[in-house]
């Protein structure tokens, strides 16, 4: 029995799908979902939901990161097993969240959770700093423009007690994507961080004939920038190939995802550009994009100093300045991006105006407008 | 395999946020292939740029997705992630699991795989990174066999699709997201597997318009819970929040002022829908468009209506290629319900899928597809009728493409007659 290399289609089963959801309910949740009536924080990382029939749900939620090993998951297996009658679900933003019936099983599972080094850190519930959701980065992707899980861990170290804690005006979501195919919402984030290159793809002419579809490579650019081209191989045998206009290029990547010939990643060109003020909730204001205010800083591992001040910079003026349950965006909404600009201290740059498709949309068509520095 | 130095990565194991690289040389204890994966990304630590060549195509025989194919640049000096393909494990609903189950995923992939894991990828699949391509039949036999359970998806096709907690444990959750998700997952296995569209389509669930899923920004078909009737208001527990008997927003910030309904409710409701009269809160339910602030605000007094269902919302995407797009409304209600099986939202899919598989160009999104074609000729294809809930304004510039049919006599005029009466 077991997988014969002879004859792989033999007793093969295909298309069953995920398991089941409800065998992994803990029995507050199978007894009581449909039911709940209201929730509350108790304390920050600790939620409790209540059901109409009186049960209660304590949620003890659990900072990780992203990567993780089989050790990791067999330590959460073991706190699940000893504390949660061995169930617990993960998040959106890679929490783990354990459930218990009671609120006597809450304290002993902190403290198991505190004995354990910094591995499991208690909070990401309310007006705090989100686990930062991110992409992989260097770990395994094959076009991004910068770290996922470095830069990650470098800005949670530095803001860790906002995660810890809730004391900020409302929640802020974070997000990293590591290039600008940005795998999950980084694009609606409070804060985002986002890998960019800036230098056009070098075109392989050694490589090209035998990878790429010369049409295909040419229809991939949004700007018609790569056009097609002869050029001499290093056998010194003319060949068909690309040429790219620099001028037209705006470092989208979109040519390399298309055409392994045409790598553009540099150690130089490529970095990060922070942006802000995005949301997905439909509460008070509409979910709304991130708008870019830095669009670059350079790759500077392992610690990433100058990504790190910049989103610690935005959060504490922030944290300061706005009203109590305004989110970052609404903030800069209220207060103008002028003094967004101002408050921060960041440079308002040519790079801050938009100037791709349907970038009118965002030129100031009124007079409304606040006298700032930047008014010379 | 031999320990690499890794200098730069050593300085990732201070700090208070749990350390991926402490993680990696624990791991590295019983899987050594872990030390080529701190070689390597130590190597691009210094280097400052990506190791992993372009793309690979591998997979499973029989499915065109699951697997993502990743070759290391530099397999000479870390043999252990020459291969470093990735295995995305299909979640269960909103991603609850035994410890059982857990630890069955962890034996396997410490059988076939590195050791190493992301709970979970952003599209919502248990992914397990990097594997070698002799192990991929192995390891899937296993997996469908001994654990019963299948792949997710990748490329052109279904992806995993994915939900929030709902009403499991949350008391917004207007529709059952976890029943709904698998569903539709189980329905659409073939689609999942076996890429057969333009590009990718995501599904996703929110139970409510938090939209805990981040469904509106990145989903080509976006499910939103949501309800008809009024907001059920419990005055008793309103004035518990007023004499400050209960934390505002459920608590969510330990320092906030003293509840201010004015402040904290009726000024920030978007709508001016809501207003206190003597003691007790009345809202102008025909004017509510259920943004939930002030059901986030009083958990305890505020509910949402009976009446519940889901708004549709179709063509969200990241900015690759022609920028960011958020969902636009579609169906502003439809029921969700297991007792017809889906039926109704299985139609709307279909037909979306219908025309995009048609008329969607290589690589385009569906928004994109929508924004090429225009509105107008979407909610013609899916057979709805244009309502205001469609747009946030009404067109502004005056350029209508009336058709032949809709004015009187046509398009074809003859000129000599024309000029009988204007002379040129």
Request: hydrophobic residues 35%; aromatic residues 8%.
């Given at each position: 029995?077991?997988?014969?290399p ?7 089963i ?5 398991p ?11 007894d ?28 003890v ?17 073991d ?17 783990v ?23 499991f ?17 260097w770990?395994?992707?094959?076009t991004?423009?910068?770290d996922?899980?470095?830069v ?16 900020l005006?409302?929640?802020v ?111 008070k204001?509409?979910?709304t ?37 305004e989110?970052?965006?609404e ?17 308002f740059?040519?790079?801050?105006i ?12 009124t ?10 | ?35 080529d ?11 400052r ?39 995305r ?43 070698r ?22 490329g052109?096709?279904?992806?995993t ?14 529709y059952?997201?976890?029943?709904i ?7 659409y ?12 389509f ?21 499910v ?39 402040a ?23 004017n509510c ?6 059901l986030?605000?009083?958990p305890r ?5 009976v009446?519940?269902?889901?708004s ?12 960011a797009?958020?969902?636009t ?23 979306i ?30 057979n ?9 304004i ?15 006599g ?6 000599r ?6 002379a040129?």
């Amino acid at each position: 029995m077991g997988y014969d290399p002879a004859n792989p289609m033999v007793d093969r089963i295909t298309d069953i799908g995920p398991p089941h959801f409800e065998q992994f309910y803990p029995q507050v949740i199978k007894d009581n979902k449909g039911k709940w009536l209201y929730h509350e924080m108790v304390q920050p990382g600790v939620m409790v939901h209540v059901s109409e029939t009186g049960a209660e749900c304590y949620t003890v939620r659990v900072g990780a990161a992203r990567l993780i090993s089989i050790e990791h998951i067999r330590e959460l297996c073991d706190i699940s097993d000893a504390h949660a009658d061995g169930f617990m679900r993960f998040t959106t933003r890679n929490n783990v969240e354990f459930m218990v019936d009671s609120k006597d099983k809450v304290q002993p599972l902190l403290d198991d959770l505190a004995s354990r080094g910094n591995k499991f850190p208690v909070g990401g519930t309310g007006a705090c700093v989100s686990n930062c959701v991110h992409t992989q980065g260097w770990i395994h992707c094959h076009t991004p423009a910068t770290d996922a899980s470095g830069v990650v861990k470098a800005v949670m170290d530095e803001i860790f007690d906002q995660f810890t804690e809730m004391k900020l005006p409302a929640k802020v979501k974070l997000a990293l994507a590591c290039c600008l195919n940005m795998c999950g919402a980084v694009h609606c984030s409070d804060i985002a961080i986002l890998g960019v290159h800036r230098k056009p793809p070098m075109i392989d002419h050694d490589a090209i004939s035998g990878l790429c579809e010369l049409p295909l490579a040419i229809s991939s650019c949004p700007l018609g920038a790569v056009k097609p081209a002869k050029a001499t191989n290093a056998k010194g045998e003319e060949i068909k190939s690309v040429t790219v206009n620099a001028e037209r290029c705006m470092f989208c990547g979109n040519c390399y995802t298309m055409c392994p010939a045409m790598p553009l990643a540099d150690p130089d060109g490529d970095g990060i550009a922070i942006l802000v003020g995005g949301k997905v909730s439909n509460a008070k204001s509409n979910p709304t994009f991130s708008k870019m205010v830095i669009p670059f800083l350079p790759n500077t591992p392992p610690r990433w100093p100058e990504t790190v001040a910049a989103v610690k910079n935005i959060l504490d003026v922030y944290a300061a300045d706005a009203n109590q349950y305004e989110r970052l965006g609404e903030w800069c909404d209220r207060i103008g991006w002028e003094m967004f600009f101002e408050k921060t201290g960041i440079p308002f740059t040519m790079k801050s105006i938009d100037d791709y498709r349907l970038a009118y949309d965002t030129w100031r068509t009124t007079t409304n407008f606040k006298f700032t520095s930047h008014c010379k | 395999m031999p320990k690499h130095d890794t200098p730069l990565l050593d300085e990732l194991e201070s700090g208070p946020w749990p350390s991926f690289v402490t993680d990696l040389k624990r791991q590295a204890e019983t899987k050594p292939e872990c030390w080529d994966i701190l070689g390597q990304l130590e190597l691009s630590f210094k280097d400052r740029i990506t190791h992993w060549k372009h793309g690979g195509i591998v997979g499973v025989f029989g499915y065109g997705g699951g697997i993502v194919g990743r070759y290391s640049d530099s397999p000479k000096q870390f043999p252990g992630v020459a291969h470093f393909h990735t295995v995305r494990l299909n979640q269960p609903s909103s991603k609850f699991y035994s410890s059982a189950k857990l630890r069955d995923i962890c034996n396997l992939w410490e059988k076939y795989g590195s050791g190493m894991t992301n709970m979970h990828g952003s599209t919502g699949d248990l992914v397990l990174l990097g594997t070698r391509t002799e192990n991929l039949e192995p390891l899937f036999y296993e997996l469908t066999h001994d654990l019963k359970q299948d792949l997710g998806g990748s490329g052109s096709n279904l992806r995993t699709p994915a939900c929030c907690v709902g009403p499991a444990r949350c008391e917004w959750g207007c529709y059952d997201t976890a029943s709904i998700c698998h569903a539709l997952t189980m329905h659409y296995q073939d689609e999942i597997h076996r890429p057969a569209f333009p590009y990718k389509f995501k599904f996703k669930f929110s139970g409510c318009p938090n939209d805990c899923v981040a469904s509106i920004a990145r989903s080509d078909f976006s499910v939103i819970g949501t309800w008809k009737d009024d907001i059920r208001i419990d005055q008793a527990a309103v004035q518990g929040y007023i004499k400050g008997e209960y934390k505002p927003n459920g608590g969510a910030r330990t320092n906030s002022k003293a509840f201010d309904m004015e402040a904290d409710v009726l000024a920030l409701c978007p709508t001016g829908c809501m207003r206190m009269k003597g003691d007790e809160l009345q809202i102008d339910n025909k004017n509510c468009t259920r943004c939930m602030h002030c059901l986030n605000m009083m958990p305890r007094a505020l509910r949402p209506g009976v009446q519940q269902g889901a708004s549709i919302l179709c063509g969200a995407k990241a900015p690759i290629l022609d920028g960011a797009q958020l969902a636009t409304l579609i169906f502003p209600f439809v029921e969700v319900s297991a007792d017809n099986e889906y039926e109704n939202i299985i139609e709307i899919i279909e037909s979306i899928w219908d025309w995009w598989m048609e008329v969607g160009k290589n690589r385009e999104r569906l928004g994109e597809t929508m924004q090429r074609v225009g509105l107008p000729t979407f909610l013609r294809v899916m057979n709805v009728t244009p309502i205001p809930q469609h747009i946030k304004i009404p067109r502004e510039n005056p350029y209508v493409f009336w058709t032949d049919e809709e004015v009187p006599g046509g398009f074809e005029r003859d000129v000599r007659e024309f000029r009988k009466k204007h002379a040129q």
